[in-house]
Nanobody, 115 residues
Framework: QVQLVESGGGLVQTGGSLTLSCAAS????????MGWYRQTPGHQRELVAV???????NYEGSVKGRFTIARDNAKNTVYLQMNNLKPEDTAVYYC?????????WGQGTQVTVSS
């Protein structure tokens, strides 16, 4: 069973930065891709950023230029560097990995941006 463990969430002021980490229990080379999603109460989980096994990235429009997704294959870890954070970025952030038509999720980490 794949396990994904997120860390790095917390409380930050508007304009601040945070880096989220997602450590996988197996080699991330085995995944077709990995990504970060976020969810707020009463809303569906939305894709924030994704990185393919080949290193191609894609971002949700509101985070382009502010967030960066990256992977460290040696550490089986994916990161989400978040800069210039805004109150609307407040959410629970989830790490996702997908392979063979299956999705795996972490437990989520809270990010709160105060105004």
């Amino acid at each position: 069973q794949v396990q994904l463990v997120e860390s790095g969430g917390g409380l930050v002021q508007t304009g601040g930065s945070l880096t989220l980490s997602c450590a996988a229990s197996e080699s991330i080379f085995r995944f077709n891709g990995m990504g970060w999603y976020r969810q707020t109460p009463g809303h569906q989980r939305e894709l924030v950023a994704v990185i393919s096994s080949g290193g191609n990235t894609n971002y949700e429009g509101s985070v382009k230029g502010r967030f960066t997704i990256a992977r460290d294959n040696a550490k089986n870890t994916v990161y989400l560097q978040m800069n210039n954070l805004k109150p609307e970025d407040t959410a629970v952030y989830y790490c996702n990995a997908f392979k063979d038509r299956l999705n795996y999720w972490g437990q989520g980490t809270q990010v709160t941006v105060s105004s």
